[in-house]
């Protein structure tokens, strides 16, 4: 049986030619990414400005999603989230908050429960603070920060320092890029987001940290070869890997957004985006920073006649200002 090859065996593509493109329209569109927050900031959602939670059980059989997310929507009473969780007759509402105070709070889950019907049991009803809502928004932070930090910690302790700062780098890149599409799309900002942004952080790195440790294993292989060839080929040996993994994961992010309903919608959107951007920037942008970090085999490291180092021309092209 023939298998399947998305990449031919033996590719030769010339990527760090590229690099001299590709590293300053990286730093573009992290420059307008950063603008769409300056100007537009994000849209946060209940989970980071506070609202209602409203716990709910249909008594007579199984919660329809769909018809009370629309009879939520009739009331106009703001963002309005539904989603179930627990077994199949449960639902979880969350409503913005309502402007009027504690009076306004009580009066918005009274409107909920009238068109709902008495076939729905409230089991639960929270009120999400301002307070609460900081707390939330300080943890997302740190969670994105402490994951970067303690991955650069061991990309340091197991590469050359110049793996390290080039795949936190790159990582950063993607999820300013995420941050920027978000705020332009003005999608939702919530918990799911946070956790589809921490998986992109976790499937750019593993493209990236794949890349870098063939490049490491030639660099052994081959102490001799220049080092953009080295990073060229590098490339090419696991460009099949790079694009396998990357259709599989679109195409389960991508049947998450056709068909994962409302409440995936956000989540598998950012997903969707993320694995494009990651896989992009994981072979055409990682690879090239090693060149401006200055990693050097020993071919390079020795100066050749006339007292400089041998470079190659991709290495030279790269090099030029």
């Known amino acids: 049986m023939k298998l399947l090859r998305l990449v031919p065996d033996n590719t030769r593509f010339r990527f760090m030619h590229w690099g001299r493109i590709t590293i300053p329209l990286a730093l573009g569109l992290v420059f307008v990414s950063i603008l ?9 959602g209940i989970d980071f400005t506070g609202g209602l939670l409203i716990e709910v059980r249909q008594t007579q059989g199984l919660a329809d999603l769909a018809k009370i997310r629309s009879d939520v929507e009739s009331l106009k009473l703001g963002d309005a989230q539904v989603q179930g969780f627990g077994q199949q007759s449960d639902a979880l509402i969350r409503l913005g908050e309502q402007p ?12 909920v429960r009238a068109k709902l019907g008495s076939t729905y049991e ?11 809502s900081k707390d939330l928004q300080f943890n997302a932070v ?13 990309l340091w302790f197991r590469f050359e320092w110049q793996f390290a700062v080039g795949a936190i780098m790159t990582t950063i890149h993607d999820v300013l890029l995420t941050l920027g599409f978000m705020a332009y799309l003005r999608i939702s900002f919530d918990l799911p987001i946070l956790a589809a942004i921490l998986t992109i952080v976790g499937y750019s790195l593993n ?18 070869m220049p080092i953009a060839d080295l990073i060229e080929l590098s490339i090419n040996e696991t460009l099949s890997r790079t694009v396998v993994t990357a ?9 998450l957004l056709l068909f994962g309903g409302d409440a995936l919608h956000g989540f598998s959107f950012i997903l ?36 400089k180092a041998k470079t190659s021309d991709a290495t030279a092209a790269l090099a030029k200002p």
């Open 36 to 44: 769409g927050w300056a100007i537009l900031g994000f849209n946060f």
């Open 100 to 111: 009027g105070g504690e009076k306004a709070q009580q009066a918005a889950v009274e409107k």
């Open 122 to 132: 409230f089991r639960r009803v929270e009120v999400v603070g301002p307070a609460v």
């Open 142 to 154: 740190m969670a994105v920060v402490t994951s970067l930090v303690l991955i650069l910690a061991y």
């Open 207 to 224: 493209d990236t940290v794949v890349i870098y440790d063939r490049i490491r294993e030639m660099m052994r292989k081959y102490k001799k």
């Open 247 to 255: 259709v599989t994961v679109f195409i389960a992010s991508l049947s």
């Open 272 to 307: 969707v985006f993320g694995v494009i951007v990651g896989t992009y920037s994981s072979i055409v942008v990682s690879a090239p920073l090693l060149i401006f970090l200055h990693l050097r085999t020993d071919k390079e490291e020795k100066p050749g006649k006339g007292g």
